[in-house]
């Protein structure tokens, strides 16, 4: 069974590990809140990404809705290969929302409406220059 890490301590963290843990041995988790650093779930410890490269999974999941992208490019920068990083479980939401956005703000242009569509309760506002 293939080593995983998840790249993310929150509730995306969570409901991967729990449709990956029969498929990998989860060796950690990896949060930038360092206020997650040493806590566990299911008895995993959550680790700063400094520590990825002492930990050496097989493959990183990553599991942050917002900046998925960024973080992609942290861990590449950080040496890991691109091959063993898998964003496939906030890909697709991401996009869905994204494409949820675009189209009904066409919606409302098409009936004729003015205005902007925009999100409430977001993270760091990553999501508002869609």
Partial sequence: ???????????TGRR???????????VAF???NTD???DEIDGIEILSPEQIQNVKPDIILVAVL????????????Q???????????????????DNFVCNLREMFAERG???AVAELGVYQGEFSKV
């Fill in 66 to 77: 917002s900046r998925y992208e960024k973080i992609k490019r942290m861990l590449i920068d």
């Fill in 36 to 38: 997650l650093h040493g």
């Fill in 1 to 11: 069974m293939k080593k995983a890490a998840i790249f993310g301590a929150t509730a």
């Fill in 30 to 32: 990896f949060d930038e």
């Fill in 113 to 115: 409406k003015d205005g």
């Fill in 79 to 97: 040496g890991i290969e691109e091959e063993k990083i898998n964003t496939q479980y906030v890909d697709l939401p991401n996009r869905a929302r």
């Fill in 16 to 26: 991967v590990y729990e449709e990956t843990k029969e498929k990998y041995e989860i």
